[in-house]
């Protein structure tokens, strides 16, 4: 299964770090498939109105995929994070690296599938695409793969529960991180 399975299994997890976690929903200008509904995968826009939207500078990353554009609201974003919420954003390595430019604190979670097999046969299972789509997005992925190394974690994507426990983990651990605390309400909760 794909990134956005094991989001939806982290997001119906039980627990604080499940009710926390908001999925972000991207915008594209390609053709909605069959089982998609607009809003809850995709924001469904013409190459027109997606070129308003980046010239407006409301997404906060974009990038081309396969001949399609794809990008992030950044004003969703935004509100859900200042209402205290961890918000995942299933994005390629171009945006990821957009975001790291405009949001230095973010944290870049690669999810890997456990081998490069693995990965073709989860392509042809979904017969949404022709074999040629398939290799292309093979092809993007190996490059892809080569600029792990520009992100935070990794979380090989073997068994959707176990791959899911791990985000979640990440993503407690890294509510905890000391750069991450509002020292002085630590300090009004703890007698020193």
Same mark, same amino acid.
């Given at each position: 299964?794909g990134k956005g399975t094991v989001v939806a299994k982290a997001m119906s997890g039980?627990?604080?770090?499940?009710?926390?976690?908001?999925?972000?929903?991207?915008?594209?200008?390609?053709?909605?498939?069959?089982?998609?509904?607009?809003?809850?995968?995709?924001?469904?826009?013409?190459?027109?109105?997606?070129?308003?939207?980046?010239?407006?500078?409301?997404?906060?990353?974009?990038?081309?995929?396969?001949?399609?554009?794809?990008?992030?609201?950044?004003?969703?974003?935004?509100?859900?994070?200042?209402?205290?919420?961890?918000?995942?954003?299933?994005?390629?390595?171009?945006?990821?690296?957009?975001?790291?430019?405009? %949001?230095?604190? $973010?944290? &870049?979670?690669?999810?890997?599938?456990?081998?490069? /097999?693995?990965?073709?046969?989860? !392509?042809?299972r979904r017969r949404s695409e022709s074999a040629q789509i398939q290799q292309e997005?093979?092809?993007?992925?190996?490059?892809?793969?080569?600029?792990?190394?520009m992100y935070d974690y990794v979380v090989v994507n073997d068994r959707v529960v176990?791959?899911?426990? %791990?985000?979640? $983990?990440? &993503?407690?651990?890294?509510?905890?991180?000391?750069? /991450?605390?509002?020292?002085?309400? !630590?300090?009004?909760?703890?007698?020193?």
């Open positions: 299964m039980r627990g604080s770090g499940a009710a926390r976690l908001r999925r972000s929903v991207s915008v594209t200008t390609r053709s909605k498939r069959a089982e998609e509904k607009e809003g809850r995968d995709y924001f469904f826009r013409s190459p027109e109105k997606f070129a308003r939207m980046v010239a407006g500078g409301e997404l906060l990353e974009w990038a081309t995929y396969l001949d399609h554009e794809y990008g992030t609201p950044a004003a969703w974003v935004d509100q859900q994070l200042e209402a205290g919420y961890d918000v995942v954003l299933e994005i390629e390595v171009q945006g990821a690296m957009q975001v790291r430019e405009h %949001r230095p604190g $973010a944290v &870049l979670i690669y999810m890997l599938p456990p081998s490069w /097999r693995a990965l073709k046969q989860r !392509l042809r997005r093979l092809d993007v992925a190996r490059e892809e793969m080569r600029l792990v190394t176990s791959a899911a426990r %791990r985000l979640t $983990a990440i &993503l407690e651990a890294e509510r905890c991180r000391v750069r /991450r605390l509002d020292v002085g309400e !630590l300090f009004g909760k703890v007698d020193v």
